[in-house]
């Protein structure tokens, strides 16, 4: 087998792109089937925002119905690992399910072992560790996934903050004060490096992700409606994690058109 193997993945003493067996560096040290998992975050040619402000964090994510005859309330791409900790996920649908059902595992665990609930540090890093663990095996592939992780998190001066970490296909892990993943996600990043401030209430915090968002799309897609939006949060008051009504969604986007 490992003969064969060698035979099919070098021609003329190079490495074909081609190769799916994740486990073998090409020559220039890369890993391509890892490559491209990430830019499976696209796929679906979507995007999220993560966003933390004072006292509560937030995800905007945007919202596309493929279909006319699905059902509109069956389409989402937030979900909850526990009803404190939420995930927005980016990628493979069916990647993404496996992603959020292997994180609600980890986090019922944890829960059964301990007796209380996981924090959002333990399960991203836990997270990453599973998705690492697909780079360095024959005959597995990473997921097609990436996923922002937000909560508030009960810190060492008794204070609940507000966190979000992204995991991505190769199981990196990091912390952000405000991120963007999928398909527009560097466009996104340089209106967040604009227009970010520390200390912004709920309301400033969701409307720069909606105007972010907004900024970084195409002219056929810039005109946001709530239909197209799916907004999460968690604040100090309430971290358990909750979807903004489309009526809400409208109002921030009204104010955004107003103020501009």
Request: charged share 25%; net charge negative.
């Amino acid at each position: 087998l490992k003969a064969t193997v060698s035979v099919l993945y070098w021609v003329d003493g190079q490495m074909s792109r081609s190769t799916y067996d994740i486990s073998v560096f090409s020559p220039e040290g890369r890993l391509y089937q890892v490559e491209y998992s990430l830019k499976t975050l696209t796929h679906e040619a979507l995007t999220n925002v993560g966003l933390t402000g004072d006292g509560c964090a937030v995800v905007v994510c945007q919202k596309k119905v493929p279909d006319k005859l699905l059902k509109v309330d069956s389409i989402t791409h937030v979900f909850k690992a526990t009803k404190t900790i939420g995930m927005a996920m980016s990628g493979r649908v069916p990647d993404c399910a496996s992603v959020v059902d292997e994180a609600r595992y980890e986090a019922m665990e944890f829960r059964h072992d301990f007796g209380y609930d996981c924090d959002i540090p333990w399960l991203a890093k836990r997270m990453g560790e599973k998705a690492q663990i697909s780079t360095q095996r024959a005959g597995l592939r990473p997921l097609g996934a990436g996923t922002i992780l937000f909560a508030m998190e009960l810190t060492d001066d008794c204070v609940m903050r507000p966190r979000i970490y992204t995991v991505d296909p190769a199981g990196f892990v990091s912390p952000y004060k405000a991120t963007a993943m999928g398909q527009k996600d560097n466009e996104v990043k340089q209106n967040l490096e604009k227009q970010y401030k520390d200390g912004m209430n709920l309301e400033e915090t969701v409307m720069c992700g909606i105007q972010c968002l907004q900024k970084s799309l195409g002219a056929n897609e810039s005109n946001l409606t709530s239909a197209d939006l799916e907004i999460a949060i968690v604040t100090q008051d309430n971290p358990n994690v909750r979807f903004l009504d489309s009526t809400t969604v409208e109002d921030y986007i009204t104010k955004i058109v107003e103020r501009d």
